[in-house]
Each structure stands twice: as C-alpha cells, then as structure tokens.
C-alpha cells in the first residue's frame, strides 16, 4: 500500500521509503496549539468552572470526553450553554471523544445484524449533528475493532466498518466537521499500520487518524506510529505511560520525549498538541511541559 511516497508492509508495520530529504528535520518552530482533554474530570458534570479553569492555565483549545455524567448528545441547549462558555473564555473545542461503544456495545460500526449496524452509524450521526453546535470540533473515536471472536481480523467486519466510516465520513463533510480514529494500547487498533488501512481503504478527506503516544508506547512504537501515519495524523493525545500506568505528564513516564518531538517536526505534524492526562492537579504545569516539549528538539536540551 502507498501513501504519500511512503510503502508500507502491513504485516511487519515496518515502514520503507523514509530516506533522503524526508528526514530532514525541519528547523522552525512549530506552531501547535496546547490542548487539554477534560477526561480527567470525567467522573464530574462539565460546566463553565471547568472551562475558566483551563482558559486560566493557558490552554489554548480542548478536548471535551463524552463521559461527563451530563454529556448528551440529545441535550440542544446544555451544548449550546458549553460551547458559549468555551467562546466567552477564547477557547475553542477541538475534538468530541465520543465512547458510543461504552454507551452501549452494541453501537458497533462492524455489527453483523443489519438493525443493530444501522443504529450504530446513527447514533453517530447524531453525534455529528451535536458537535455542531459546539463549534464543529473533529469526532473522534477508538472504538474500532475488525477482529472476529477468534481475535482475527474478520473480513466482512472490515467491509461493513469500511462502509459505515464512509457514510459518516461523507455526513461529517456536509456538517463542515471532520472524524478521527484513535488507536488503541491493546486489541485490533494497537496496529497502526492496520488502523491507516482502513482509513486509506475509506478514502474520505473528512477521515483521519489521532496517535495517543501511551497507547502507541504500548503498542508498535511511538516513533513508528507517528511515522506510518504521518499523511493521516490528524490530531494527538499527549500522554506519558511506564510498565503500570498512562495519562501521566510527560517526562514522568518512559516515553522518550526528545524523538518524538523531532519525529513530528520530520512528518510536519500542524495540528493541535491535547493533553489527555488522567490528574487534574497538573494543569498549571501544562504550559510549561508544552514549552519544554517543544525546545527539546533545540540541540542544548537535555531530557
Ligand atoms: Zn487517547
């Protein structure tokens, strides 16, 4: 499969093709926006307090996690009423995660009985339709999951997943939103090679990819995950990870910080930089782990 002058095997996730001027690393600064996921609130209602709060610390756009025990899709004016308090305080919303999945199981895009399957591609749309109104953020979601009961990829989950992502893809579009798929730290999606497949198999300009950096530690790699994405990245969930634990700050894990931020400079990697950490009590320190990812790739630095 090709993309973007990259070849890759999908059976190694060895990538090729990474050579000469595309790993030059480029010099200038890089302009990411500083995001926060408000997951680490989940257990709470989400209200303007907790807007102020990240507005206060510098955070520039956010994540909003479906989990909050008030999120609902179906609520008009609770949206309308967070997506004021989000322009009131400058901010913006850059990504809904949504867990259709952790709602209901059967809210699966690979469903086998047709009803289910079709209530599963609109629940989504219906996701899409709320987003609008809180600023048109991406949709995204890591409930993908191609594998059959024996743990295999089962090939009529892949078509059927294919042609709700392309359905919701071309939805998104029209709505002026656009959809990310996240990969996972176990299961079908740790494979970001597979992941990329079927988004490249989907084909859809409203259709891309987020790296969350602990669930590629665990998986292929974070390196390689940034590297066989690279055409599709999308946005990133920014969180350090050790043999116990994730959604730790980074540099209080085993992430190697410094090769990821030349990693992102490599693959020109514009998007927005969401924290998705699981403790509250760091974000006053979210600007300034920011500043210091982003001079790490300064040759002085030392990690
Ligand atoms: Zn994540």
């Excluded at 116990?244 to 693959?267: D, F, N, S, V, Y």
Aim: aromatic share 8%; charged share 25%; with cysteine.
């Amino acid at each position: 499969m090709e993309k973007g002058g990259l070849v890759y095997d999908e059976e190694s996730t060895t990538v090729y093709g990474l050579s000469g001027n595309s790993m030059a690393i480029r010099k200038e600064e890089t302009h990411m926006r500083l995001g926060s996921s408000t997951y680490w609130w989940r257990d709470e209602s989400l209200t303007p307090r907790h807007i102020e709060q990240m507005a206060r610390e510098g955070i520039a756009v956010l994540e909003i996690s479906d989990y909050h025990p008030n999120f609902n899709y179906l609520k008009v004016q609770w949206l309308r009423e967070i997506h004021q308090a989000v322009q009131e305080n400058g901010l913006e919303v850059a990504t809904v995660h949504t867990h259709l999945r952790w709602y209901d199981p059967a809210l699966h895009l690979a469903h086998p009985d047709p009803i289910r399957y079709r209530r599963a591609v609109e629940a989504y749309l219906r996701a899409v339709d709320a987003l609008v109104l809180l600023g048109h953020p991406l949709l995204l979601t890591h409930d993908l999951d191609l594998a059959g009961t024996d743990g295999v990829e089962d090939p009529k989950a892949r078509e059927r997943t294919v042609e709700a992502l392309r359905e919701i893809a071309a939805y998104c579009q029209s709505a002026g939103i656009r959809m990310v798929v996240e990969n996972m730290p176990r299961g079908w999606a740790t494979s970001v090679s597979r992941l990329c497949g079927v988004v490249q198999e989907v084909n859809h300009p409203a259709l891309g990819v987020c790296i969350d950096t602990a669930h590629a530690y665990r998986g292929d790699d974070v390196n390689q995950a940034l590297r066989i994405a690279a055409s599709l990245v999308t946005t990133l969930h920014i969180n350090d990870a050790d043999a116990r634990e994730e959604h730790l700050l980074p540099g209080k894990g085993a992430i190697p910080w410094r090769t990821i931020m030349q990693q992102l400079q490599e693959i020109a990697y514009t998007g927005d930089f969401i924290y998705e950490l699981g403790d509250p009590a760091a974000l006053p320190s979210l600007r300034a782990n920011f500043h210091w990812l982003q001079h790490l790739t300064s040759a002085n630095d030392k990690q």
